[in-house]
């Protein structure tokens, strides 16, 4: 079953020169998958990320995720579909400093409004026990080491349990210890949880174990 | 519905977090609210206490409607008269010789006392005087009435501080005496005082009372005194009337009567708005300059919290870009601000109307000496409810004001240029 599909995305930057970064760009992603965005430096894996996140809509193309086409959809529109459907981690964590891991955690449900409290707490302390974090829950994030914060960072990405889970380098800033623990997450998440993951990496080895390896070169797939 | 109040409760909760985790920043912008807020309390309270208290002994102790004989009211001359058609020109023209004599008083006062408008009328004698004291002379002014009538009008019963205004019935020569001229003559109840009309006639009266209004103006010249004395001592017959004060049912209607009666009477008939239109400007005046200022220390107020959210947000870029890829919408966003300012402004406010009020509180208890001008020991200071409420919207409209652009600003940061910053 398909759960993201781009048919012919086009993408222009216009500062400082007129540069086409995305050039029809058409690719499927079926449930359950693991796939690995790769390339060079600049050839626009993030920006193309940013597109599918439904974050920028300034493309040409059409966009669909879980059935659902998303071309010329309002920007409150596109936030609450990014709520429900779409968990985002980053390079960095972008943890709220002010927040307790589980707070964290718990803020895209709350923000979705569909649990009562007790739940979304009962549901975050799963996905926290899920990436080894449940013992972690009352501490404020900065008490926490890189790879423990990219860690609740995913389990917050999966609190909504989206369809897709996408990452921008999520190993990028990370040990190769730390990297491989976020790797097997991922991986478990693919094979038990029928997660479907979509991420950007540099790394050659965490790309050779994915499903399957999308290479990009100046803004096309090749 | 019910996702519309989750979601604004969870933009509450982050507020109140941010709030929270920058007390110093929370509490510095709070007390600029409070302290405009403060300021406009006690301000507003004092300056509307003096007015309130000055407007009412002003108000009390004068006619709504005040008849009399204006003679230098500009009169056709007699050229004008004789040639209406012709080009004339009277230079420096001067008043008739005439008394200051109402013509057909008494026929005046029985259309007034059945007026239904019309609550009381006084008839009165007003003459200038010479109060001897030793070889010196005081001018003054005496005023012949019928003294209970007065009472009726300007319920001097109250004002008296020595002595009975009965007495000025029971002895005919008698004179009730404005406070302020007694203490200048050094003058008590009971003492004599030789006056002088401006013809020339002497008379020694008793002084069988002392009032005093409050204002300076009135204690320091008048004096009471019987009609039909006052009559005599002027050498008139017993129709001579200079003055006719009217008190209304309602005040407010004194301009249209004013102005009918005197198309009725042929004399000048002033209402008490155009007799008192100095005092009243200056009431108006002073109320524009306290609003003036604590409006200016509010915006003040206002910049502090824009600033000071401005900063917030500068701060908070990442989170706010975070939260838009998580799913927050844009109001999302600006409401998480747009609550830290009111809830800045709201709490400022309530500390605002508290120090206000131990301020005005303080300033009502401070001793004060009104002197000569008016008669007081302490500030009257307003504590009515009304500022206190206008206190809390000012102060709520300047925070949702000042909040307002930062928070929008805050609502439209784009998620990628953050993140792609990094
Ligand atoms: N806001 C922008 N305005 C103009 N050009 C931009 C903007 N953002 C990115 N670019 C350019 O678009 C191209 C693609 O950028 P992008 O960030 O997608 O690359 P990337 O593949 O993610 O690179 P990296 O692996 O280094 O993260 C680059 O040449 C970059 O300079
Ligand atoms: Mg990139």
Redesign the pocket.
Known sequence: MTVLRTCGITKY?Y??EK?Q?LKNISMEVQRGEFLSLV??????????MYVLSTMDTDFEGELEIAGENLTRRSQNYLAAFRNRHIGFVFQFHYLLPEFTVLQNVMLPALKLGELSKAEIENRAIEKLQLLGMAEHARKKTNKLSGGQQQRVAIARALINNPDVLMG??PTGNLDSHNSRIVFDIFRELTTVHKQTIIA?T?DEEFARQTDRVVE?SDGRIL | MSRWVSSLGLSLTIARVHLVSKPKQTIIAMLGVTFGIGMFIALIGLMTGLNDFTEEITMTSSPDIHIYNDITESRPSLLEMVNPQGLNVVHNQKPKNETAKLRGASRMLEVLRRDSRIYGVAPMITSQVFYNFGPTQLNGQIQGVEILEEDKLFDLKSKMKAGKLEDLLAFHEGIIMGSGLARKLNLAKGDRVVITTPQGFTRTLKVVGIFQIGIGAVDNVRSYANMSMVQTILQQDKSYVTDINIKLNNREMAQPIARELQANFVYKAEDWQTANATFITGNYIRNIITYAVSFTLLVVAGFGIYNILNMTIYNKMKDIAILKAMGFAGVDVRSIFMIQSLVIGLLGALLGITVGFVLSYLISKAPFNGGDVVSLDHFPVNFKLKYYITGIVFGLTTTAIAGYMPSRKAGRIDPI?IL?GQ
């Open positions: 930057f500062d400082p540069f970064v390339g060079k430096s600049g050839c626009g894996k993030s920006t193309l921008d380098e950007v540099h990009m | 240029e792609r």
